[in-house]
């Protein structure tokens, strides 16, 4: 995970393009790729649980659908306006994150699994049934001011919190804290016994993973307008599993990668395909079987092998890699 | 008033047997592989359209409904080792992580498929012409086919409860779900011992599904709901554990049949009620061990 110059030059060719992009291309592949960008916040803050404390959630999707529910019910019964509730949105999820995390990390492994998609299930329901408070199945729409009802003046707020959240959990990642996380990660036990508080640590990680979960789910829900209980079923908190695996859970980008193939996967094959399950199913099927390691894990270690390769002719090479 | 309370209570109950039956299946396959299968609650569902297909054939009679209660859970526990056989196992070596994402890919493809063979419309399966009528308890209608229902779920709790207890497959099963390599290392063949009880946890999916169909409609989603209530009678009852998983089967079928009494809508958040008590006083659940 460390910051190299090459991977900041790419981070920065990958803003760069983002930034030019809506003169580059017109209105609906602007949505698409904000879609993509949400995405991305979001599978990179899942792997601050997954890749970082090693916590396998399967609940994410009640964070994000928090998200969007705090800009929405902020509206409806506050009348606050939309970017006050994205800006609230990380505290709302982040609170549920870490009463659900305090009670979940005493478990562990497939248990704290299935803990955590219990519980998501349980906002889900509170959510979906609660007819007075949160509209119940028809959802709640969400305004948004006149300003950002410009694409490109949406696209350019969305840009900017996604690449601000997405540096910020770079830093953690390259942070002390981020280094104990990565001790847990490998040796829960190990790490307890030269003094660190492994519970504090995972709780602490899950709330900030959650919290800006929510972000991302505000940002969508502005997106679509709209913010409805099916952007918390337990079906949505495999969105995020999938694509930090697709990508590989031990690159920082792993996620982001994932989350673009998938998204724009989605998009496809909801739109050309009759049966969208059947082939993104199949499509995961063959993703795990043959790409253990996710698509940046397998293509990092292709160029290892490459330079290995190429550095035999002269093995004192070697020593001088990182 | 109190006669309400107690035929929702017996409602509660034959609900609690269905969900207890898919659960057992489930609980032991997470006992002994280690993986919650996600594809527990499509194995069901599979089965649910498979018995309204074969009941169809026979045109509602009373054979038709035995036939359907044989076939459809072999046909589903076929289909079950085949996951494990030719998936689950070729990634064994590998995290849990991607056994779970293989049975979540796995109810996609299969939501998808039931859609393709069976289309997306609703389908009812009608009691067989024998279960047809009701009993009078106290007074009031009781739907014989619910009796049904509870008589086979005991059934099931005890057939299990012999084979764990009493046969050599049955205590390989329990050391398995106390220490799985351990079991290896003592000679007993793993692979063919997951594969065995994914099978058998198929089948209990499938015989729930078999026996749920008359109740209620068959349409996609029923997969979703069963799997998240078998999840949670695998937390409250604990892991491997086919005794907590009747306890927890049976709380959760009560608690929801008189949540529904109480407020209709909420009822589903009264077995996350339960779930959150559990967790609090027992984390491994009420017949589990430590984990």
Redo the contacts between chains.
Sequence with gaps: MQITAKSLAGFAIVVFILVVSPYLTDESNLFVLMDVLIAILFATSYNLVLGGAGL?SFGHAAYFGLGAYTVALLQAHLGLPMLVGIALSPIVAGVFALLVAL?TV??????F???T???A??IY??IA?W?SFTGGDNGIPITVPDYFFVTAHYFYLTLGIVVGGVLLLWLIGNSPFGAALHAIRENPQRASFVGLNVKLYQVAAFTISGALSGVAGALSGSLHQMAFPSML???ES?QP??MA?AGGIHAFFGPAVGAAIFTVLNFFVASYAG????V???V??VL??AL?EGVVGTFRRWLIRRRDAGSRAAPASRDARP | MTIDILIQLLSGVSRGMILFVVASGLTLI?GVL???NFCHGSLYMLSAFATYSITTVFGGSNLGFLASLIVAPLVVMAFGAAIEFF?LR??SN?E???Q???T??????V???I??IWGGSYRSVSYPPMLEGSLSVLGRPFPQYYVLVIAAGIVIAALLALIIERTRFGRVLSAAVIDPEMVGALGVNVPRLYTTVFALGAWLAGFGGALAAPIGSISLGID?SII?ES??V??IGG?GSIVGAFAAALIIGIVQALGIMVAP??A??FI?IA??AV??LR?QGLLGRR?
Excluded at chain 1, 275 to 278: A, E, I, V
Aim: with cysteine; proline share 5%; net charge positive.
């Design positions: 396998l009670l005493r478990l562990s492994g497939m248990y699994a299935m803990l998609l219990a519980f299930q349980l329901t509170v049934e007819y079923y337990w079906t495999a599993v999938l695996l049966y969208p399950l059947l993104f199913g199949v995961v099927l795990v079987m253990p | 997470f280690r993986i919650p998936l070729r990634i590998r849990h992580l991607y779970l994402i293989v979540f890919a796995i109810t996609l493809i939501a998808d498929g859609k393709l979703n998240i999840f949670a695998v937390i892991s809508r909420l589903i958040g996350f779930l959150c967790l609090l984390p984990v």
